[in-house]
Structures are given as C-alpha cells and as structure tokens.
C-alpha cells in the first residue's frame, strides 16, 4: 500500500509514542515501590495523552483512576492450555485473530491469556467485570499487551497482573479507533476497583 504524504510523519509519531509507553513500563517493572510506580504511571500517561501527536484524546489529561489498592496486585499462576485459535470481537468492522495458550489463575479466579498474531504477536490479557459498563468502560479494560509496551513482568515463576494498572482501550476514547475487546470468558465477577475509570466527559 502507498503511503499518503503525510504518513511517514505519523509512522514515526507511533514509532515515538511506542518508544515513551516501553519506557514507562519498563520503570513500572524497576520500581521496588508499586504505589510510587503507579503515581508515576498516571503521570506520563496524563502528560501523552494531552501533548503526543498519537494520543487517543488529544488535550485531555484528566484520566480518572481508583486509588492504588495494593491488594490488586497479583501474581498469577500461568498454566498452559491447548493452544485454540480464536477471532476476538472488537469495536472495529474486523475481528482480531490471535491464540488462547494459556489461563493465568489468581486470588479464585480464572483468565484466559491470548497471542496476538497481528504486529508480530505479543502477550494479551483483557478484561471485564462488575464495574463495566457503570463505573468502568463498558467493553471492558486491559492489563497486559505487550505489543504496545505494556508488560508489567513476572515474579516467582508467575506472571504480575496489578490490575491497578489496567486501562482504557483508545476506542473508549474516540471511536475511530479499532480495539479488540474482552472476551466471555474473561469477565470476572468481581468488582475490580483498580485502574483506570470510565473516560469523562469532554
């Protein structure tokens, strides 16, 4: 496909952009302090948000979160599964292909992990629960996508799932944007929260 004039200077913003967000979660993934790193987490996201050219929302910084609850952090057991190809709806005309290979388990609960087999594969973990749809995003938010940079690491042989730093998807914010969403199977029960909040009002 041809690019337009204009889109090499888009590519490299999106280039710029990954770069930031890899950054920033590899400080996460450093930090001896969760909370501190969270607090930094919410600030690098404001400052992209309302100043990159890439942003979902261009000008607005005022995300909303719940206060950091530490007992939202987890460390997951990772325990494989026969790997089952799936088509994951999305807000987009398309489904998005990627592979069930794994569930992670924690605290009583059960979610699936995903291989995105787009951008040359990455980890994928979205999902929803009680507060989707009131006070949460309503398809629901996602924790890990390492294909965008965020990977909040391992622990002890498991997989960190601090779901106070779970987010928006970018269609939560402007609809032109295409997101894969979460599954059935990833809908928890619980309350979850942690993380990010529904996008306020413009």
Known sequence: MAFREESASDVLDLLDWKRR?????????????????????????????????????PGHDALAYFPYDPAWRHVAEVVPAPPEA????????????????????????????????AYGGGLFLPFRDATSGAETYGAGRYLLDTVKGADLGAAGGGLVLDFNFAYNPSCAYDPK??????????????????GERAPLAR
């Open 21 to 57: 967000v890899f950054a920033l979660y590899a400080e996460v993934r450093a930090s001896p302090d969760p909370a501190a790193a969270h607090e930094r987490w919410r600030a690098v996201r404001a400052k992209l948000f309302r100043d990159h050219p890439q942003s979902p929302r």
């Open 86 to 117: 799936r088509l994951v709806a999305g807000s987009g005309p398309e489904p998005v292909a990627c592979t069930r290979f794994a569930l992670a388990r924690f605290a009583g609960h059960e979610l699936e992990l995903f291989w995105l087999e």
């Open 177 to 194: 944007w295409a997101c894969p969403l979460a599954p059935p199977a990833n809908r928890l029960p619980a309350a979850v929260r942690a």
